[in-house]
């Protein structure tokens, strides 16, 4: 069902621990001539180009790629009361969180009349994607726009791929989500085409470009988001998810196995991985991931993911090992299921979001924890973060010299632009008080 790595018995350097990270075949590169195809054709021949695009890849061609107000109205509407009332709930739970990272303004005085203020600014437009292949994610609705407003931005596109099942509109889920928070900026398209239209822009469906690129998607849309970075930014290159155990012998080896299968269940490349020092748990653990993989909903995917090369139970020494190969794989989600999860976590460094204790699963923080689900993937959270309010910020450095201040430091800085065979540089303070001594002369 999953293999075993077992790295007992060594000392690992952090090479032979990054070595040792079980990871999928796929690359984001192997996708990126397809990717960069699909881009070059929307920016050929915009609408019509993302059209073809939708029938050929997604098996349906929409009626028109912009959504009329009228569906996102029909969608908010028919929204299940069950859903709009947990959705609402999440909207309120990620809304406090996020907030909370919107750093203050704030000013330092380096001397009387010498300030440098830092002030944190939104961008003013941002393209949000929504996938829509295996399955439905209005809670990834919430996640990208929901930090987009708190950090002030004004201008939300929204893009999510037509669905067959629905004559070629948007699942009306995420129209009702988008619906509910106020987002009525929607296209019904999917995939690298997608990403390329919102970076790019498309005059004849009235798509303006965005500063900034964000949302989880598929290989492609990963390729894509790298093709397009400089054109506008992007949050990370999500692939496949992937979920980390790290536990010991106090954990519930059932408990343990739901969280792995959990998240197989999104994808076939879907990383599901297990470092331990307990055998004994790492046996029972393989023992019920047979049996759930068999009796979940989408049991030949989980079976795939589990049985892929991304996939392993990791036996170790100790829970030091077992933090150190965590560092080294990079995990999106990490869960810390042991009977002193502080003290594991002390030694954590690269993670996406963790969560601790046996009352903190995975599950939780895609939807309703507060914290936000889209996160780097593929080892990425080695040296990049989630999804949050700070992603759509740019910190600018605003500064403020009084006439006394900037003479202060005249010859220093005419020291150091000469020192630097930039005399120009010097010469613009000092043209200053020149032409104040000029003025009144004069």
Same mark, same amino acid.
């Given at each position: 069902?999953?293999?075993t ?8 350097t ?16 192997v996708?990126?001539?397809v990717?960069a195809?699909?881009?070059a054709?929307?920016?050929? &021949? ?7 695009q ?6 349906v061609?929409?009626?028109q790629?912009r959504v009329?107000p ?7 509407t ?22 909370a ?6 000013t330092t ?9 830092q ?5 003013n ?5 929504v996938?829509?292949?295996k399955?439905?994610?209005? *809670? ?5 726009v ?15 791929p037509?669905?067959?099942q629905f004559d ?18 929607i296209?019904a ?17 009235g798509?303006?470009?965005?500063q900034?690129?964000?949302g989880?998607g598929n ?6 988001k ?5 054109q506008?930014?992007i ?5 496949p998810?992937?979920i %980390?155990v ?8 059932l408990l343990?196995a739901a ?17 331990t020092d307990?055998?004994? %748990? ?14 979940t ?9 589990? &049985? ?7 036996l ?6 077992a933090?150190?190969?965590s560092?080294?794989?990079?995990p999106e ?6 009977s ?5 976590l002390a ?11 046996p009352y903190?699963?995975v599950?939780?923080g895609?939807y309703v924890?507060?914290s ?5 993937t593929?080892?990425?959270? &080695?040296f990049?973060?989630? %999804?949050?309010?700070?992603?759509f910020l ?11 201040? %900037?003479?202060a430091?005249a010859d220093?800085?005419a ?7 930039l ?8 043209a ?6 000029? *003025?009144?002369?004069s």
């Amino acid at each position: 069902m999953i293999q075993t790595i077992d790295l007992r018995g060594s000392e690992p350097t952090p090479a032979a621990l990054l070595a040792s990270v079980p990871r999928a075949l796929t690359s984001v590169a192997v996708a990126a001539d397809v990717a960069a195809e699909l881009i070059a054709d929307v920016r050929a &021949r915009g609408g019509a180009a993302l059209l073809d695009q939708a029938e050929r890849l997604d098996r349906v061609r929409p009626g028109q790629v912009r959504v009329p107000p009228s569906h996102i109205t029909d969608a908010v509407t028919g929204l299940d009361p069950a859903v709009r009332t947990a959705i609402t709930e999440t909207i309120h739970r990620v809304r406090l969180a996020s907030a909370a990272q919107v750093p203050p303004h704030v000013t330092t005085t380096i001397e009387a009349g010498a300030t440098v203020t830092q002030r944190w600014q939104p961008v003013n437009r941002v393209g949000l994607y929504v996938p829509g292949g295996k399955a439905v994610y209005p *809670s990834s609705v919430v996640m990208n726009v929901v930090p987009a407003q708190v950090s002030g931005v004004r201008s939300i596109a929204l893009a999510s791929p037509p669905q067959s099942q629905f004559d070629g509109r948007v699942h009306p889920t995420i129209l009702a989500v988008a619906g509910l928070l106020g987002v009525d900026e929607i296209y019904a398209m999917g995939g690298a085409g997608a990403i390329g239209a919102l970076a790019y822009g498309v005059e004849d469906i009235g798509l303006d470009p965005v500063q900034i690129v964000t949302g989880p998607g598929n290989v492609y849309v990963a390729a894509a988001k790298r093709l397009i970075r400089g054109q506008a930014g992007i949050d990370s290159e999500a692939g496949p998810t992937d979920i %980390l155990v790290i536990a010991d012998a106090a954990a519930d080896p059932l408990l343990v196995a739901a969280d792995l299968v959990s998240q197989a269940e999104h994808d076939e490349l879907a990383a599901a991985v297990l470092v331990t020092d307990s055998p004994e %748990l790492a046996e029972a653990v393989a023992a019920h991931l047979a049996v759930l993989a068999a009796s979940t909903t989408h049991s030949e995917r989980v079976t795939a993911a589990l &049985r892929g090369r991304q996939s392993a139970i990791v036996l170790v020494d100790d829970l030091q090992v077992a933090a150190a190969f965590s560092n080294a794989f990079g995990p999106e989600h990490l869960e810390i299921q042991t009977s002193d999860p502080d003290a594991v976590l002390a030694q954590i460094e690269n993670a996406g979001a963790i969560f601790l204790g046996p009352y903190s699963p995975v599950s939780l923080g895609d939807y309703v924890a507060g914290s936000n689900h889209v996160l780097p993937t593929g080892g990425q959270a &080695r040296f990049s973060s989630g %999804l949050g309010a700070y992603t759509f910020l740019r910190p600018q450095q605003v500064v403020r010299y009084s006439r006394e201040a %900037l003479e202060a430091v005249a010859d220093h800085i005419a020291a150091l632009s000469n020192a630097e065979a930039l005399p120009a540089h010097g010469d613009a303070v000092a043209a200053r008080f020149q032409a104040a001594r000029f *003025s009144a002369d004069s």
